[in-house]
């Protein structure tokens, strides 16, 4: 993979696109410039190249959880409460409410969401120091009211997969999921 510079507003503009935790630029703007996907030989040759990728760019490498009964998709959503989620002014506080939220309607499955990583970092953990040891620049906050932290120094695309993700792990709808995503 060769490596260049971007301004700020195609930044966005790419990461805005990202459909799945763990997409890379070049899988975003293959799909946005309709050009076909790497072939297996291509796609090895390039990550032997690739250089260490931003964590808005990194694979998630997630387990599969075991086949459980479906969240009831109304408990967190109904939790919601819309005047908290205004008076939250930044993104991070918003990305916290709204994990708070579904801690808060599953304490007891919510270990669930330390399966979600990325390729060389946690997104989750039950300490601080454990996120630190996992990346550089992680920003850990603690989830309110929990024990579980957070990385928070993504962008606010990678917040919103992270918020969905999380809640597909607690067994939501992916339509359930992507509402409560998009509230952030």
């Given at each position: 993979m060769k490596q260049i510079e971007i301004?700020?507003?195609?930044?966005?503009?790419?990461?805005?696109?990202?459909?799945?935790?763990?997409?890379?630029?070049?899988?975003?703007?293959?799909?946005?410039?309709?050009?076909?996907?790497?072939?297996?030989?291509?796609?090895?040759?390039?990550?032997?190249?690739?250089?260490?990728?931003?964590?808005?760019?990194?694979?998630?490498?997630?387990?599969?959880?075991?086949?459980?009964?479906?969240?009831?998709?109304?408990?967190?959503?109904?939790?919601?409460?819309?005047?908290?989620?205004?008076?939250?002014?930044?993104?991070?506080?918003?990305?916290?409410y709204l994990l708070s939220v579904l801690y808060q309607s599953h304490p007891d499955t919510f270990d669930n969401v330390l399966r979600i990583r990325g390729r060389h970092r946690l997104y989750f953990a039950k300490s601080k120091e454990e996120l630190k040891a996992s990346g550089n620049s992680t920003n850990p906050k603690e989830v309110p009211n929990s024990g579980y932290w957070v990385v928070t120094n993504s962008n606010t695309s990678k917040k919103q997969a992270i918020v969905k993700q999380a809640a597909q792990e607690l067994g939501y709808s992916a339509a359930d999921a992507d509402q409560l995503k998009d509230l952030l």
């Open positions: 301004d700020a507003e195609l930044y966005r503009y790419i990461a805005s696109h990202t459909q799945s935790i763990g997409e890379s630029a070049s899988d975003i703007l293959r799909r946005l410039l309709a050009l076909p996907p790497l072939t297996g030989i291509e796609k090895e040759q390039a990550v032997a190249m690739e250089p260490e990728l931003a964590p808005a760019q990194e694979e998630a490498e997630v387990e599969e959880p075991p086949a459980e009964e479906p969240a009831p998709a109304q408990s967190a959503l109904e939790s919601v409460v819309a005047e908290q989620l205004d008076a939250e002014k930044s993104k991070v506080g918003r990305f916290l």
